[in-house]
């Protein structure tokens, strides 16, 4: 998982959708620069995606931080 989020900050990506279930190997290990959103499913990363695009941010989307803390 950190690779991909590496990767994805190396192709000048500014969002990441990582799956709730890895989300203990994305917390503490966040490249700078990087907004990294929780998923569990399709809908959610669907509804993440449009949120994204609409706003131009992650804001009020959930985060490997939200999901570890339950």
């Known amino acids: 998982m950190r690779q991909k989020m590496v990767g994805a900050v190396e192709s000048d ?5 990582a799956p709730s279930a890895n989300c203990d ?10 907004d990294v959103v ?3 499913d399709f809908e ?6 449009e949120t994204i695009a609409e ?3 992650a804001e009020g ?4 931080e ?3 803390e339950r």
Do not use: I, K, R, Y
């Not at 990506?13 to 959708?17: I, M, T």
């Open 55 to 57: 706003t131009g941010s």
């Open 25 to 34: 190997q994305v917390v503490g290990h966040e490249p700078d620069g990087l």
């Open 38 to 40: 929780a998923v569990a």
């Open 61 to 64: 989307l959930p985060t490997c």
């Open 13 to 17: 990506a500014e969002f990441f959708l």
């Open 44 to 49: 959610q990363a669907l509804t993440a995606t």
């Open 66 to 68: 939200d999901v570890t």
